[in-house]
């Protein structure tokens, strides 16, 4: 089969053709027909972060597609049924955090395109527990970006617990940003996007932001106070700044909900306005299953819209530039 692979933390990736890999115990083959490019995969392959990821191997966590093969006492899905691979690759099903429904926090996790093959692929393993299904009403182009840009700012903002009528701030309307700020919407907040591309913030105004700001060439900390100040702020930006300048815009009892992972690990924040403002700092992890399962459900019934072109694997290392560049209308889709 055709595989995008990392050879080595920094390098290009090369496109393989490496054996089409075999469904073990608890497994099933898919057979890919849709995977998203997260930021994250571009993270992977350059070796950002502080847990590095073992090359050779093929990124990608936003995989859709076919079961065509089950391995022994894999019984929970079986050929033809359609299904997304997602970040929690599998966990361990019994510690203290799976069982309380934290199964994102679980020590035991495997991460797909990380710690195991993803889904740049024509083919893929997964363990039959932790794929989720797709409905019928959910095409491949859209689950993908679903399954991780769309679990990843669901949960982000419920774990910041934004409630109706609140302000909310998306920093970075990328793949997770353009999600973000629907789910914000959903749930009857109002929306300040920043970005610092007038593009994306064409796209966030047309997904119905109440207020843009270019970070560029505004002051965000200036213009979300002009606007009133901001309950929630969900950060997807890759720097650190951006953190810190969303924490500054946060309203008293302000909840900062970090989601974008920088390269460059450290933000600073002043320990006297987090108590005085009783400001709160959230870290949020993807989501889980169930969270997917929601993710989809809302889209089946017509509350989101996923913004996305498809691109071919061949042009991977281009797609990475395209992201990178912040050229991109929310999120890229290798189709097979
Ligand atoms: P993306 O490249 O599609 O979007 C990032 C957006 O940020 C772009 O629109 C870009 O223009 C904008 N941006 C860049 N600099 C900015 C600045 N200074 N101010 C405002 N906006 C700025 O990326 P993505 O796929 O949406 O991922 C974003 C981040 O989230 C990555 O770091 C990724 O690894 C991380 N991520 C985290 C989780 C999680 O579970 N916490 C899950 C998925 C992705
Ligand atoms: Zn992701
Ligand atoms: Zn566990």
């Not at 700020?181 to 996007?193: N, S």
């Not at 700092?281 to 498809?310: M, N, P, Q, Y």
Request: a negative charge.
């Amino acid at each position: 089969m055709k595989a995008a692979v990392v050879p080595e933390l920094g390098a290009k990736l090369e496109i393989q053709e490496v054996a089409v890999p075999e469904a073990g115990a608890g497994q099933v083959l898919v057979k890919i027909e849709a995977a998203g490019l997260c930021h994250t995969d571009i993270h992977a392959a350059h070796g950002d972060w502080p847990v590095k990821p073992n090359p050779p191997f093929i990124p990608g966590h936003e995989g859709v597609g076919v079961v065509v093969a089950t391995g022994p006492g894999a019984t929970l899905h079986k050929p033809g049924d359609r299904v997304a691979i997602p970040w929690l690759g599998s966990a361990c099903g019994h510690c203290k955090y799976c069982v309380a429904g934290w199964e994102t926090l679980c020590e035991a996790q495997l991460n797909s395109g990380y710690g195991v093959d993803g889904s740049y692929a024509e083919y893929a393993v997964a363990d039959d527990r932790y794929v989720v299904d797709v409905p019928d009403a959910v095409s491949s182009l859209d689950a993908a970006p679903l399954t991780c840009a769309g679990v990843t700012t669901f949960k982000a903002i419920k774990v910041a617990r934004l409630q109706p009528g609140e302000t909310v701030s998306v920093v970075g309307i990328g793949g997770l940003g353009h999600l973000a700020l629907q789910y914000a919407r959903l749930l009857g907040a109002r929306v300040i996007a920043v970005d610092v591309e007038d593009a994306k913030l064409d796209l966030a105004r047309a997904l119905g932001a109440d207020l843009t700001v270019n970070a560029k060439a505004t002051d965000p900390v200036q213009a979300i106070a002009e606007y009133g100040g901001a309950d929630v702020a969900v950060v997807t930006a890759a720097s650190p700044r951006t953190f810190e300048q969303a924490f500054a815009s946060l309203r008293r009892g302000g909840r900062l909900s970090c989601v974008g992972l920088p390269a460059d690990d450290k933000m600073s924040i002043s320990v006297f306005d987090t108590v005085l403002s009783g400001k709160h700092i959230i870290g949020s992890i993807v989501g889980t299953r169930h969270d997917l399962t929601d993710v989809f459900a809302l889209h089946a019934a017509g509350r989101t819209k996923v913004i996305a072109e498809r691109r071919r694997l061949e042009d991977v290392n281009a797609c990475f530039e395209e992201v990178l560049a912040g050229h991109v209308p929310a999120r890229l889709v290798f189709t097979f």
